[in-house]
């Protein structure tokens, strides 16, 4: 007895076939349904479909060859596979039979034995084909975690690799054979490198923005100084772009319960989108303030973070769309990249607990903003 508890739809017209198939199968520990005419089969397709299904062929107003032909027309039943069992012995009968889609063909008066392993054959097959389709699966959604894994280590390091170049070449400039360098540069640069092992570190060890969730080192966390510093590592990529930024944060800000890596990556991409969209001369504001409760009894417990720009703005349909994978700005042509920068951002805002957004319109600029929890401790 196999322990199978497939879903088989047996149809013939003549009760008795019905009876001695199902108390087969049922023995089997098959799980049988019954129909006497083609009509009725289609219906209980339709409600529940089977596993497999046993087809008599010679039966009234619609024969087998008819159910059939109906449902490998149908996208929803057209995989199930159709076993055809009838008196008909003519090879003519049994080739029609395969043309229309069946997987097998057993002659009236059949032995028990034989219908059981022809059965299980195809269920195995069905298996077998379920399992690798799965697998497929599996592995297209590896790949494309992979390409995301991916373009996140170039994305995000990108940015500070640029900062620091561009420190050097600015050095390099100097037409002196020894180049004096202070100590307030050496140590920009030093944290600079810190923070591009870092990012390396996290991304190899954990390969989080798919699979698994982000794992976040959770610290209270001063936005002041993470803004004032974030500020002085872009300053050479904003003076280049003759562009500004604006703090306007207060020095009492209740601290936020954050991981200040990934935090830094946020703020990163916000600013190289907002460079990147841009003319020269752009003029920035990132701004920061605690979002009050509607209920003047309930304690705040989360600040809003902004970024904004008086640049060209986006329309409202890319806006609506700015935080998924693969979108890209207005000019998306005359850069590198997947866009993948905002969907990043999204993903580690929400792992923070907070939301992200967009508010601009064509012409008026843009103003980025994200919400993150207030530290309890």
Not at 87 to 115: H, M, N, S
Request: glycine residues 6%; neutral net charge; proline residues 4%.
């Amino acid at each position: 007895m196999t322990s199978d508890s497939s879903n088989i739809l047996v149809v013939d017209d003549t009760p008795d076939n019905l009876r001695l198939l199902s108390a087969m199968l049922s023995e089997q520990g098959y799980k049988v349904r019954k129909a006497l005419n083609g009509k009725t089969a289609l219906k209980t397709i339709h409600q529940v479909p089977a596993d497999l299904i046993l087809l008599d062929i010679n039966m009234p107003s619609m024969n087998g060859y008819e159910v059939c032909q109906q449902l490998k027309d149908d996208p929803t039943t057209q995989d199930i596979p159709i076993i055809f069992i009838s008196a008909l012995d003519d090879v003519l009968d049994k080739v029609k039979a395969f043309e229309l889609g069946g997987v097998d063909y057993i002659t009236k008066p059949f032995q028990a034995e034989e219908v059981i392993a022809r059965i299980e054959n195809q269920l195995t097959i069905q298996r077998q084909k379920k399992q690798l389709q799965q697998e497929i699966k599996e592995r297209e959604k590896t790949e494309q975690t992979l390409r995301i894994y991916l373009h996140a280590v170039s994305h995000d390091l990108r940015n500070p690799v640029l900062g620091f170049s561009m420190i050097l070449k600015n050095f390099l400039k100097q037409k002196k054979e020894t180049i004096e360098i202070s100590r307030k540069v050496l140590e920009q640069m030093s944290k600079s490198c810190d923070r591009q092992l870092n990012l390396i570190n996290s991304l190899v060890e954990t390969q989080q923005f798919e699979m698994g969730g982000i794992r976040l080192n959770l610290k209270p966390l001063n936005l002041v100084k993470l803004t004032q510093q974030l500020a002085t590592e872009w300053q050479p990529m904003l003076t280049e772009k003759q562009a500004t930024i604006t703090l306007e944060i207060p020095q009492d800000l209740p601290l936020v319960q954050g991981d200040s890596d990934r935090l830094w990556r946020v703020l990163e991409n916000l600013m190289a989108n907002a460079l990147k969209h841009n003319d020269p001369g752009i003029q920035l504001t990132l701004k920061a303030d605690i979002i009050k409760p509607e209920k003047n009894n309930f304690k705040p417990h989360k600040i809003r973070c902004s970024l904004e720009d008086n640049g060209v703005g986006i329309n409202s349909e890319l806006a609506a769309t700015l935080f998924e994978r693969y979108q890209r700005g207005n000019q998306a042509k005359q850069t590198l990249g997947l866009g993948l920068g905002l969907y990043l951002c999204r993903k580690i805002i929400e792992a923070h607990g907070g939301e992200i957004g967009v508010m601009t319109e064509p012409g008026q600029g843009a103003k980025f903003w994200f919400s993150l929890p207030i530290s309890e401790s």
